[in-house]
């Protein structure tokens, strides 16, 4: 069973990077079958795609966002990364780690505020 | 890469049907059959309740159906439960390099 856990900061200040990671268990983050991703819900708002990256190493950002916004995987942690430099107040979300699009398999979510 | 349009709320009592429309354009929901469907109970991460407009994946009843015609996707709740009280968000894939794009949500209340 396709398991997903957020890790990181759940403050971080103006201007600064957010880094989240996403634990993968029950598979293998290299498999051909999967994709990964990150999806965020600001507090009472909709959810937004930030990107995906494929086992292949390719990635696709959210147009908006492409410019600050970085994916990687870790196959030796079965882990894949995001970072998202010189954040907002308008970065404040509930930020979900996901597999797949449709989304089959998410992450429980986790709460990053940005405020100093 | 515009987000779907969905009504903010919807309502029904229990055992009646709830349908909740998701408005797109040729280029997403009237180009391809990927639309999704996801319910968002309160401080739960989302569920997916659709695929490719009509499939549910295991696990879900068959009480939530899909559907679509031209632009417009649809989910129909039949024999509505007071557990379907949640958030419901529509999604379609928008051609290849494209992450695909969300509904506004919509939130369904059981009376």
């Known amino acids: 069973q396709l398991q997903l856990q957020e890790s990181g900061p759940g403050l971080v200040k103006p201007s600064e990077t957010l880094s989240l990671t996403c634990t993968v268990s029950g598979v293998s983050i290299s498999s051909t079958t999967y994709y990964w991703g990150w999806i965020r819900q600001p507090p009472g708002k909709g959810l937004e795609w930030i990107g995906s990256?494929?086992?292949?190493?390719?990635?696709y950002y959210k147009p908006s966002l492409k410019s600050r916004v970085t994916l990687s995987v870790d196959t030796s942690k079965n882990q894949f990364s995001l970072k998202l430099s010189s954040v907002t107040a308008a970065d404040t979300a509930v930020y979900y780690c996901?597999?797949?699009?449709?989304?089959?398999?998410w992450g429980q979510g986790t709460l990053v505020t940005v405020s100093s | 890469q515009s987000a779907l349009t969905q009504p903010p709320s919807a309502s029904g009592s229990p055992g009646q049907s709830v349908t909740i429309s998701c408005t797109g354009t040729?280029?997403?929901?009237?180009?391809?059959?990927?639309v999704s469907w996801y319910q968002q109970r309160p401080g739960k991460a989302p569920k997916l309740m659709i695929y490719e407009v009509g499939k549910r994946p295991s696990g879900v009843p068959d009480r939530f159906s899909g559907s679509k015609s031209g632009n417009t996707a649809s989910l129909t709740v039949s024999g509505l439960q007071s557990e379907d009280e949640a958030d419901y968000y529509c999604s379609s894939y928008a051609g290849s390099n494209n992450l695909g794009v969300f509904g506004g949500g919509t939130k369904l209340t059981v009376l």
């Open positions: 996901a597999s797949g699009n449709p989304v089959f398999h």
């Open positions: 040729s280029s997403d929901i009237g180009a391809y059959n990927y």
């Open positions: 990256i494929y086992y292949s190493g390719s990635t």
